[in-house]
């Protein structure tokens, strides 16, 4: 693969993260007059409706029955999870340190791909995802002075977003990718109302204000699964992949700037950790899929 492939490859993943943290500034902005049920069944049928439309014009069945086997329909349950508990975050917790604790997700993909998928992972990825999930702990600091066990709904969409993304290794590769997201989307319009119904004084009126941060957190989103999937079909994963963590970088900018955020030393550490780690872990399981040189000698397995 050309270098200029990679090029375009990194270059579309740093859009995508900036347009994630962008839906979730929006999010964030609207949770401040809109129960968080409302703004995911709004949002769920916005970009349902967008991804049903482009698997449309592809020619792509949206009912076919592959995409509906247990499998798929437990990624959207997932799915559903996920965006509950991240969406009840970014309401109740800073965005820089929403943005921190969701980082660990590729640690969780590594320890549930082992735990889960026999997938061998040795001593030193485990003492790596260790490490990471220490930097975790001194971000939400669960027991100590200042914790906010708000921060723990990170923590859940973090493991059901690894839960999801180990499913889909598993999802018949002719379901188009756009159906799956579809799926995704639509488990919300299932979900939403539920949420609308549990919350005191159940759904608010919209503004026109909203109409315009609802439909900038829908073309953000829209805009940030685009880029990253031509990212990874255009590009080198193994290069591509780390400048996903330029999410952190943004979500920090967008928390000082627009909501006043100030993330203290422990949170910068945490972070720190997990990022370093989740390279480690990302840059030794790429070591370990590169064949060796016939003179090299034997590479501990791990």
């Known amino acids: ?84 508990s991240f969406a009840s975050a970014l309401a109740l917790v ?82 188009s990718s756009f159906v799956v997201s579809f799926q995704g989307f639509a488990s919300l319009i299932v979900v939403a109302p539920v949420m609308i119904a549990l919350t005191p004084g159940g759904a608010a009126p919209v503004a026109p204000t909203h109409v315009l941060q609802i439909s900038g957190a829908i073309l953000f989103g829209v805009i940030g699964y685009w880029g990253i999937v031509t990212a990874m079909r255009v590009g080198e994963a193994s290069v591509v992949s780390p400048y996903r963590y330029t999410r952190l970088l943004f979500s920090i900018i967008a928390g000082v700037l627009v909501f006043g955020d100030r993330p203290d030393l422990l949170t910068l550490v945490g972070a720190s950790l997990i990022i370093g780690t989740g390279l480690y872990t990302f840059l030794r399981e790429r070591a370990l899929a590169r064949p060796l040189p016939t003179h090299a000698p034997d590479f501990p397995q791990d």
């Open 1 to 84: 693969m050309s270098t200029m492939n990679n090029v375009t490859g990194i270059l579309l993943v740093i859009l995508s993260m900036a347009s994630f943290t962008l839906e979730d500034m929006f999010i964030k902005i609207m949770s401040e007059d809109l129960p968080t049920g409302q703004i995911l069944l709004i949002l769920g049928i916005g970009s349902a409706t967008v991804f049903a439309l482009i698997a449309t014009a592809k020619g792509e069945n949206l009912f076919a029955r592959a995409a509906w086997r247990p499998l798929p329909v437990l990624r959207a349950a997932c799915e559903a999870v996920a965006a509950m």
């Open 94 to 175: 800073e965005l820089s340190t929403v943005a921190a604790v969701f980082q660990a997700m590729p640690l969780a993909i590594t320890m549930g791909a082992a735990l889960f998928l026999g997938e061998q992972v040795g001593w030193r990825r485990w003492s790596a995802i260790a490490i990471g999930f220490l930097g975790v702990l001194l971000i939400i600091r669960p027991g100590l002075e200042g914790f906010d066990p708000n921060a723990l709904l990170v923590l859940i969409s973090v493991f059901a977003v690894a839960l999801r993304d180990l499913i889909t290794r598993r999802i018949d590769s002719a379901v």
